[in-house]
């Protein structure tokens, strides 16, 4: 009757690329690769905990060039509250995304350093 088993399912599943958060353990939460493209995923909570930032942080993502993590896509963002505002987006971080991005990377080398001598030498990370 039916020509696909449960676990064929998730092995196919599996093998999806996957929207990484660029947070490890919640990747690993959501399923190993992040959110798995050509499926619904639906994130629930009270207002201001963070659905829209996540949603937004995954458009933002999935278009990132595969070289830095991304999936070198396109993507969608559906605003079915009319909240959204293009305008405010462009204002607020394109202007100064260099900047932000020079800062980030400038932090995450310092943080890194730090974070990495304090691993014990024989951690995976």
């Not at 190993?32 to 937004?56: A, D, R």
């Not at 310092?110 to 030498?121: E, I, V």
Request: hydrophobic fraction near 30%; proline fraction near 6%; glycine fraction near 10%.
């Amino acid at each position: 009757m039916f020509t696909k088993t449960c676990a064929d399912l998730l092995q196919q599943e599996a093998r999806l690329p996957g929207i990484i958060t660029f947070c490890k353990d919640l990747d690993h939460a959501i399923g190993h690769s992040g959110v798995s493209v050509g499926l619904i995923t639906e994130f629930c909570g009270p207002p201001g905990s963070g659905k829209t930032q996540m949603c937004l942080q995954l458009c933002v993502n999935a278009n990132l060039p595969k070289e830095l993590g991304g999936l070198g896509g396109k993507s969608l963002y559906l605003d079915t509250n009319f909240g959204f505002s293009p305008d405010r987006l462009r204002g607020e971080y394109l202007e100064d995304f260099h900047k932000r991005i020079t800062l980030t990377t400038q932090s995450f080398v310092r943080n890194c350093n730090s974070m990495c001598s304090a691993l014990p030498k024989n951690s995976p990370y």
